[in-house]
C-alpha cells in the first residue's frame, strides 16, 4: 500500500529538480485512473506535481505496486520525470535489481545504455501481433517495461491484452490441444529471409550457440552454407509464477507461416517445405496446428485487447505472463525503449 503520512518521505527527495519542501502526503502525489471507462487495464498512475521523480517515489511504495501489478497486469505511468534512457532505467531498476539482456533474438534490436534496448525495429507498416515476451523460451522475464522518447507521427499505439482472458476466451478443444501437446517452434537461420544465428544469439562462435542450446533444451544442426535449424517444445499454457492463475502462453499464431500476409505466405511455401521455414510452428509432437485453432487464438487476442496511446515521457509496466503486447502500424518516426527482468521458467 502507499507510505502512510509517519512514513512518507522528503518530497524534496522525489522531485527531480530541487524546489523548497512542500506539505503534502503521499497519496496527494499521485491519482489513478484508466484510459477507458470500461477497462480496468492498465491501470494509470499519474503524478500530481511537476518533476516527481518515477524511480524515487516508486522505491517508497514498491509493495503497492507490486500488489496493482498483479490485480491489473500493467500500469501505465503518466506525467511523471521521465525524460532520458537513464532516467528510465532507474526506474526499472527501482523495481527489480535483476535486469536482463536480450537472448535468442527474435528482431533486430539496439542496444541504448546497459540493458537497455529499442523496442523491435519491425517495419512501421505492419502490425506487431499479440505475444508475451519470450514465451517460446525455456525462460523468460516476468517484468517488462516500455518508455515512450516519442510517439509516432500517426498510429502506433501498443495493444495489450489480459493472458487470463485470452486463456477463457480461447475454445476449450483449442485449449486443450495445446496443454496436452504444446508447441514446437522451428527456426532456419542463414536463409536470407530473417536473422542469422550470429545476430540472434549475439555470437560468432558455434560452440558457444551449441551450449546455449544444450541449456535450453533446443536441439540443433548445423546446414551448408553456414546455417542452423533449431527446434524446441514448450508449453501452450502456464500457471502465473505467483499468483497461481492460468495464462494462455505462446507465440504458435505468431511464428506460425498463417501469420504472414497470404502473398508472403504462399511464396515462401513455393520454395520452402514447412520444415525449412524461416520460422514455423507445430504442435509439440510434430502435427500440423490447424489454421482454425490459430484463428480462435487470434480472435480471442482481439476480443480481449487494449489500445494505449502513447506520451512522451510515458512508462507502461507489465507483468509479462499476465499481459501480452503488441502494436499498431504507425506513420513517421517512433522511439520506445525496452527493459526486462526476474527471469523465471524451465532453468
Known sequence: MLKTEAQKPSIRNL???????????????????????????????????????????????????????????????????????????????????????????????????????????????????????????????????????????????????????????????????????????????????????????????????EEYCRVAHISFEWKDGNRLRTRQVRQGVARHARTGEMVWFNQAHLFHVSSLEQSARESLLTFFKDEDLPRHAFFGDGSVIEDSALEAVRAAYRQATVAVAWQPGDVLMMDNMLVAHGREPFAGSRQLLVAMAELFGQQ
Open 15 to 209: 522531485l527531480a529538480k530541487e524546489r523548497k519542501p512542500i506539505n503534502i502526503s503521499p497519496d496527494e502525489m499521485v491519482r489513478t485512473t484508466y484510459l477507458h471507462p470500461e477497462q480496468t487495464l492498465p491501470l494509470v498512475i499519474q503524478s500530481n506535481l511537476d518533476g516527481l521523480d518515477l524511480a524515487a517515489w516508486a522505491e517508497q511504495n514498491l509493495e503497492y505496486l507490486e500488489k496493482e501489478l498483479h490485480k491489473h497486469g500493467a500500469i501505465l505511468f503518466r506525467d511523471f520525470a521521465v525524460e532520458s534512457a537513464r532516467k528510465f532505467r532507474l526506474f526499472a531498476k527501482a523495481i527489480s535489481q535483476e535486469l536482463v539482456e536480450y537472448y535468442e533474438r527474435t528482431v533486430h534490436r539496439q542496444t541504448i545504455e546497459s540493458q537497455i534496448y529499442t523496442a523491435s525495429e519491425y517495419p512501421a507498416e505492419h502490425p506487431i501481433p499479440m505475444h508475451n515476451e519470450y514465451s517460446f523460451s525455456h525462460v523468460w522475464p516476468l517484468k517488462l517495461w516500455f518508455y515512450c522518447v516519442k510517439p509516432a507521427d500517426r498510429g502506433g499505439a501498443s495493444l495489450i491484452a489480459d493472458s487470463r482472458r485470452v486463456y477463457e476466451l480461447i475454445p476449450q478443444h483449442v485449449r486443450d490441444a495445446f496443454i496436452n501437446k504444446q508447441v514446437t517452434y522451428s527456426r532456419n537461420y542463414g536463409e536470407g529471409l530473417d536473422l542469422t544465428w550470429e545476430d540472434a544469439f549475439q555470437s560468432t562462435d558455434k560452440a558457444e550457440v
